[in-house]
């Protein structure tokens, strides 16, 4: 008798492993979409031994043939953790990923089918239409009102006014009368600003608008209107010359906090510590902000929000140029840096000058295609803490649905080039799901050019960077960053992923620059981390040249390193090649040995050379292609939607496939 009972308990047992072991799909999110790129995400219940897969396809609305995208990225439980109630956040049991480079303003089919070896409780497949989002333009339709300089003497396009607030609202001036202007122009309208300068004195009480027609004091264009997607409000160089907005020393330029959908196109905003104001944590913030074909010149901060209200910006074509010397690398921390503190007039630590080009929060923001130079911070998600809803010390660890619609989600970052950083250029820290890095060139980078400061969640891509001279390694990762997928990419200094989970390497060239011993460490809380198809090239007489550390190889995660000091440290495993580091940790295992002559023309560097460590470079002088035959050639593994079009037997390793034009890095003609 009481082995049947027994028996009976046997069962019921292995029946509740494998109920949980069975995947149950949940709901399914549709991201916000960008012009190139959708992001998906899809919840689920069960699956704790993670064996679950969804794969993707997708193609056009009307077409026949389905293509074949990367798989959904899973994810469960990770944990984002640093103390004093900074972060802590646990992903849910959940899918995510992207579909990626596709046609904007297109309507899409996307196909998910999960699948598991334990079984599927419930719907396992989906099908959705998406369109991509279309490029904000002018519409066509509005009125058009005139902004001439106050100095101007020829013949005017009615309707004309003296300054941009005169056409925006129905009145401005320098006094206490300016806060009853209210808007005169509404969705759809441009304002056509002609060539000059437009140069204020907000410390003069006047009602003289030559002098002053913004606000007192403050010399703040305060922009209050709201446009929509099909109509914004547009404030637009005529096209007779440059149009200078310069802020005379004052801190914000262009507030549009209380603006949504406004957008600038071939102006240059200058002189001001914050050129365009778009949003504050907690506050108040802007949707659809567009800014395109600028200039922005002697600013703290380019365009700025970090408010999770914020939503769906376009920031493309403009360049950005901060204050940081244009001649030296140096970086903000650290006895290395310290050293050239008095050398040919620098300062270290240096002042904080120029923060960020553009530093974003918020889901659905497209930045491409700009030039980035000479500032803290290149391009950014604002660190920001916890996601709204969520807290790190109260909980809950993940916001609650009804605030899903303000979480870092679905932003892309692309074909910008990117030069000259005390810091990193670019950091995805704060960030949740399907975030897109991809194609961009990074070079001249004191610290990490490839941030996740942490990432909170995942997918992270980052995908075809080329990063170059960037002396304190190439990527940060910290406090448990979750979720990032490393693929094709050019990485030309070593990679030392302090503090992750769930992160992926694949088809990438990492070459030294001697700024650490090892050129691969990795320091992962979860045994489910993966490298394989790379290529390597250690630093010559380095005393080692891998390092994976991990829990042990039985236990498949284990978070009490990252979130106690008396937690249990991470198994730490150093080799010396290559090989022995496959051997013993089944990473890397198709991965190859190399050297710098697999370009056409990019010489390595030395990042202890002290006379050159400050070096400025330009990409133009180098050409980051691959030779035909080198060891990088046809040693990848296909990556759908990354390396779509290989030419060889199989896919290069790195940015740039041999035979496939290079991107173009930068605003576009």
Request: aromatic share 14%.
């Amino acid at each position: 008798m009481k082995t049947f009972y027994f028996a009976v308990l046997l069962l019921l047992g292995d029946t509740a492993t494998a109920a949980e072991n069975r995947v149950k799909p949940g709901e399914f999110i549709i991201d916000h979409p960008t012009l190139i790129n959708l992001g998906f995400e899809w919840l689920i219940d069960g699956d704790d031994n993670r064996n679950a897969q969804v794969s993707v396809s997708y193609r056009k609305q009307g077409d026949r043939e389905w293509k074949q995208a990367l798989p959904l990225l899973r994810l469960q439980g990770e944990r984002i953790y640093q103390d004093q109630g900074v972060f802590d956040v646990v992903s849910p049991n959940m899918f995510a990923g992207s579909i990626l480079d596709l046609e904007s303003d297109t309507a899409y089919q996307a196909r998910f089918v999960m699948s598991d070896p334990d079984g599927v409780s419930g719907q396992n497949e989906k099908i959705v239409t998406v369109r991509t989002r279309a490029e904000p333009k002018p519409y066509a339709g509005g009125r058009v009102f005139h902004v001439y300089p106050s100095d101007y003497k020829g013949t005017k396009i009615e309707p004309a006014f003296e300054a941009v607030m005169c056409a925006y609202n129905y009145y401005c001036g320098g006094g206490d009368t300016v806060t009853a202007g209210r808007p005169r122009v509404k969705s759809g309208d441009t304002i056509l600003v002609h060539a000059g300068l437009y140069q204020y004195h907000p410390e003069y009480y006047t009602g003289n608008r030559a002098i002053n027609a913004t606000t007192p004091v403050e010399g703040t264009y305060y922009l209050t209107a709201n446009g929509t997607p099909d109509k914004p409000i547009v404030i637009k160089g005529a096209g007779d010359g440059e149009v200078i907005f310069d802020g005379n020393g004052n801190f914000n330029l262009f507030n549009v906090k209380a603006a949504s959908y406004n957008y600038f196109e071939g102006v240059t905003i200058r002189n001001s510590e914050i050129g365009i104001w778009a949003g504050t944590q907690f506050i108040a913030g802007s949707k659809g902000l567009t800014v395109k074909k600028c200039r922005f010149e002697n600013v703290n901060l380019g365009v700025f929000t970090n408010y999770s209200g914020s939503s769906d910006f376009y920031i493309a074509d403009n360049y950005f140029i901060g204050r940081d010397d244009p001649n030296h690398l140096l970086g903000w921390i650290g006895n290395f840096w310290a050293r050239f503190d008095g050398v040919e007039g620098q300062k270290f630590p240096p002042l904080l000058v120029s923060y960020t080009a553009v530093r974003l929060y918020g889901p659905g923001h497209v930045v491409a295609y700009n030039y980035v130079a000479n500032f803290h911070d290149g391009i950014d998600i604002e660190t920001y803490g916890n996601p709204d809803g969520s807290h790190a010390i109260d909980g809950p660890h993940y916001p609650p649905k009804e605030y899903w619609d303000r979480r870092p989600v679905a932003i892309d970052y692309y074909n910008n080039y990117m030069t000259n950083f005390h810091d990193n250029a670019f950091e995805i820290d704060g960030s949740m799901h399907n975030v897109r890095v991809m194609r961009n060139m990074m070079i001249n980078s004191a610290s990490q050019p490839f941030c996740n400061q942490p990432a909170i969640g995942g997918p992270i891509y980052w995908i075809r960077n080329i990063a170059y001279h960037a002396p304190g390694g190439s990527i940060r990762m910290t406090n448990g960053a979750p979720g990032v997928l490393f693929y094709n990419n050019t990485i030309l200094t070593e990679t030392n992923a302090g503090s992750t989970a769930n992160t992926h390497w694949r088809n990438n060239l990492m070459l030294g620059e001697n700024s650490a011993p090892a050129i691969f460490s990795v320091n992962t809380y979860t045994n489910y981390s993966s490298s394989d198809y790379n290529g390597f090239r250690p630093n010559p007489g380095a005393a080692y040249s891998f390092q994976w550390n991990s829990p042990p190889w039985n236990i498949p995660v284990d978070y009490s390193a990252l979130i106690s000091r008396t937690g249990s440290a991470l198994v730490s495993r150093r080799f010396a090649t290559l090989a022995e580091y496959s051997q013993a940790t089944h990473q890397d295992r198709h991965s190859v040995a190399l050297n710098y002559d697999v370009f056409v023309n990019v010489p390595s560097l030395d990042a202890q050379d002290l006379a050159n460590v400050q070096k400025l470079y330009k990409a133009e002088d180098f050409d980051f292609r691959l030779k035909p035959g080198s060891a990088a050639i046809d040693r990848g593994v296909n990556l759908p939607n990354v390396t779509d079009g290989f030419t060889g037997r199989a896919p290069d390793l790195g940015a740039l496939e041999l035979g496939q034009t290079p991107p173009h890095y930068g605003p576009r003609p």
